[in-house]
């Protein structure tokens, strides 16, 4: 089992930034891609941003160039640096933990509220 803990959600103005963070606990595997993904109520969850071990990235089309995921290895985090927020980046946000080994394993932290004001 991996344990995942996020912090840093809140509330701030369009424009504005937040730095969201996640720690893993647990059964880690060290290949693991570690990363971030969003939901608004009704809506399937999105990616955001993900990183390899070796720091490979890939982002949602909707937020590249504002927000910058980084991570970690030796303290097993991932932080994801949000700049430029719009009202529309306004959702629950989620770390994600996945590896494989022989199956896919796939881990969600509880969730941020992020919200964006106009």
């Known amino acids: 089992q991996v344990q995942l803990v996020e912090s840093g959600g809140g509330l701030v103005q369009a424009g504005g930034s937040l730095r969201l963070s996640c720690a893993a606990s647990g059964s880690i595997f060290r290949t693991a891609v570690m990363g971030w993904y969003r939901q608004v109520p009704g809506e399937q969850r999105e990616l955001v941003a993900t990183i390899t071990t070796d720091g490979s990235t890939a982002y949602g089309d909707s937020v590249t160039g504002r927000f910058t995921v980084s991570r970690d290895n030796a303290k097993n985090t991932v932080d994801l640096q949000m700049n430029s927020l719009k009202p529309e980046d306004t959702a629950v946000y989620y770390c994600?933990?996945?590896?494989?080994?022989?199956?896919?394993?796939?881990?969600w932290g509880q969730g941020t509220q992020v919200t964006v004001s106009s």
């Open positions: 994600n933990y996945r590896f494989r080994r022989l199956v896919e394993y796939n881990y």
